[in-house]
């Protein structure tokens, strides 16, 4: 009897934890960037209710937490420095539960130097804290991660080489897993490099609000690191729709042929959060497969595009680049001043 009530006490407890969540997540919502078109509205909603977003809500699942405290340290983009700094720690709150959100941190990058330097050197001396007291438990989770099949929900880098590679026969395996991977790599930094030299590219990050481009920044960093780092269950995508707003608004605001793709990019996307349920329904085979797992290189090899260009756009990099120019100049002078004076 009191093995049944402690039951019904802890699935109560779940159902209050599982519905908090969710409406936490639904009330932040109407913290992201409007569409503001009919089509964008389309595809924001699509993605909202796709299968993806659905699962992690039905689980409950800790990375709905983690999403809502990346999208809470987006929020200060246009604030104040405290108002930043509080989103730095929400982004250290959450790398301490789950890791991966450590990613975020690339945002510092868009501090003055002085300040990066500073919040850096702190961030990294708890992290290095952290790992100090709890690495030995660190590794035994990670190495007690088995390996998920490559043709479902799960979403890596490695999915279609290592498939591509099983199907091939064993003394060409690993040779055939090893080539495409490097190739699909290599394409990827391509595409990355020909979308940094369109001047489209640029021009169109910079008319998007503050807000757009730190959410598209914070999407780009989890998506693109989780899909290099190793496996991720389809509900971590969730992350996605930090992503959407800010391709819709290059949608709008940048040169036509950029317009069309990143229009077309943010449509990919909403397909592959609806992957499961379509592969599912569809009941698909090797080539859905294969169209999907080329649809996350692609989608991938846009949101490397975009954090390129927010590192090579940020303080941090320009003054990196101009110290040594700066100081080579200086040199210049002292050393005419000394020739004119000898």
Same mark, same amino acid.
């Given at each position: 009897?009191?093995?049944?009530? &402690?039951?019904? &006490?802890?699935?109560?407890?779940?159902?209050?934890?599982?519905?908090?969540?969710?409406?936490?997540?639904?009330?932040?919502?109407?913290?992201?960037?409007? !569409?503001?078109?009919?089509?964008?509205?389309?595809?924001?909603?699509?993605?909202?209710?796709?299968?993806?977003?659905?699962?992690?809500?039905?689980?409950?699942?800790?990375?709905?937490?983690?999403?809502?405290?990346?999208?809470? &340290?987006?929020?200060? #983009?246009?604030?104040?420095?405290? #108002?930043?700094?509080?989103?730095?720690?929400?982004?250290?709150?959450?790398?301490?539960?789950?890791?991966?959100?450590?990613?975020?941190?690339?945002?510092?990058?868009?501090?003055?130097?002085?300040?990066?330097?500073?919040?850096?050197?702190?961030?990294?001396?708890?992290?290095?804290?952290?790992?100090?007291?709890?690495?030995?438990?660190?590794?035994?989770?990670?190495?007690?991660?088995?390996?998920?099949?490559?043709?479902?929900?799960?979403?890596?880098?490695?999915?279609? !080489?290592?498939?591509? +590679?099983?199907?091939? =026969?064993? !003394?060409?395996?690993?040779?055939?897993?090893?080539?495409?991977?490097?190739?699909?790599? +290599? #394409?990827?930094?391509?595409?990355?490099?020909?979308?940094?030299?369109?001047?489209?590219?640029? #021009? +169109?990050?910079?008319? %998007?609000?503050?807000?757009?481009?730190?959410?598209?920044?914070?999407?780009?960093?989890?998506?693109?690191?989780?899909?290099?780092?190793?496996?991720?269950?389809?509900?971590?995508?969730?992350?996605?729709?930090?992503?959407?707003? +800010?391709?819709?608004? %290059?949608?709008?605001?940048? &040169?036509?042929?950029?317009?069309?793709?990143?229009?077309?990019?943010?449509?990919?996307?909403?397909?592959?959060?609806? /992957?499961?349920?379509?592969?599912?329904?569809?009941?698909?085979?090797?080539?859905?497969?294969?169209?999907?797992?080329?649809?996350?290189?692609?989608?991938?090899?846009?949101?490397?595009?975009?954090?390129?260009?927010?590192?090579? =756009?940020? !303080?941090?990099?320009? /003054?990196?680049?101009?110290?040594?120019?700066?100081?080579?100049?200086?040199?210049?002078?002292? /050393? /005419?001043?000394?020739?004119?004076?000898?």
């Amino acid at each position: 009897m009191a093995g049944s009530r &402690a039951d019904t &006490a802890e699935r109560a407890r779940r159902y209050r934890r599982r519905w908090t969540l969710d409406l936490l997540f639904i009330a932040s919502l109407t913290l992201m960037p409007p !569409p503001r078109r009919l089509a964008e509205l389309a595809l924001v909603l699509a993605a909202t209710l796709s299968t993806m977003v659905v699962f992690a809500l039905e689980r409950a699942n800790a990375d709905v937490l983690l999403f809502l405290l990346a999208l809470a &340290a987006g929020l200060p #983009a246009e604030y104040r420095l405290a #108002a930043r700094i509080i989103g730095y720690g929400l982004v250290l709150f959450a790398a301490l539960l789950k890791y991966y959100p450590a990613v975020v941190f690339i945002i510092l990058f868009r501090e003055r130097p002085a300040v990066f330097a500073v919040l850096a050197v702190a961030v990294t001396v708890l992290l290095a804290r952290f790992w100090a007291v709890w690495h030995a438990e660190i590794m035994r989770g990670l190495a007690n991660m088995p390996p998920g099949p490559y043709n479902t929900d799960l979403f890596a880098a490695k999915n279609l !080489p290592l498939l591509v +590679g099983l199907i091939v =026969e064993d !003394p060409m395996k690993w040779m055939v897993t090893v080539g495409l991977y490097t190739v699909l790599t +290599g #394409a990827a930094l391509a595409i990355c490099r020909r979308l940094l030299l369109l001047p489209g590219l640029r #021009a +169109g990050i910079a008319a %998007l609000s503050g807000r757009e481009q730190t959410l598209l920044v914070i999407g780009s960093a989890v998506i693109a690191g989780c899909f290099f780092a190793g496996q991720s269950i389809g509900y971590r995508g969730i992350f996605l729709l930090l992503v959407l707003p +800010g391709l819709l608004g %290059l949608s709008r605001s940048a &040169a036509r042929g950029m317009r069309i793709l990143c229009f077309a990019t943010a449509a990919v996307i909403v397909l592959l959060m609806w /992957g499961e349920a379509l592969r599912l329904a569809l009941d698909g085979g090797f080539g859905f497969w294969l169209v999907r797992e080329l649809g996350w290189w692609w989608s991938v090899s846009v949101m490397l595009a975009v954090l390129a260009d927010f590192l090579r =756009e940020s !303080p941090v990099w320009r /003054g990196a680049i101009t110290a040594p120019a700066g100081q080579r100049r200086e040199r210049g002078l002292r /050393g /005419g001043r000394v020739g004119r004076y000898c």
